[in-house]
């Protein structure tokens, strides 16, 4: 009976340490994505590069572990996914519209 006992609390300890461990994974993602959110136009390429590489880490875990993730979990680690492209698209926008300035400025500079 004892065996059982501990057999069964270190069950029950491993799954709420998989459930946290989850939980701030998610967080900490959240905490980065409002961070860029703020800083959108404050951010050099380098960090750029490093949100990619952890938003695709990110992606992998979710992806490896969403059968854990409760319902709210798993919707908020899909609109953490969604917030992400949402800001690589907003920064594409934004050196698109960086390089017409420049050309712009280019362009009038020869004319003159």
Known sequence: MGKV??????????????????DYKIQKMEDKIIEVEKNINKLKEADWEQL????NEF??????????FSSGKRTLANELIGRYNKLIIEK??????SEVKDFKEKIEALIN
């Open 59 to 68: 992606e992998i875990f979710v992806e490896e572990n969403k059968s854990d």
């Open 92 to 97: 594409k926008i934004n050196d698109v519209n």
């Open 52 to 55: 990619e590489i952890e938003m």
């Open 5 to 22: 006992f501990y057999i069964i609390v270190l069950v029950l300890f491993f799954v709420s340490l998989t459930s946290c461990t989850n």
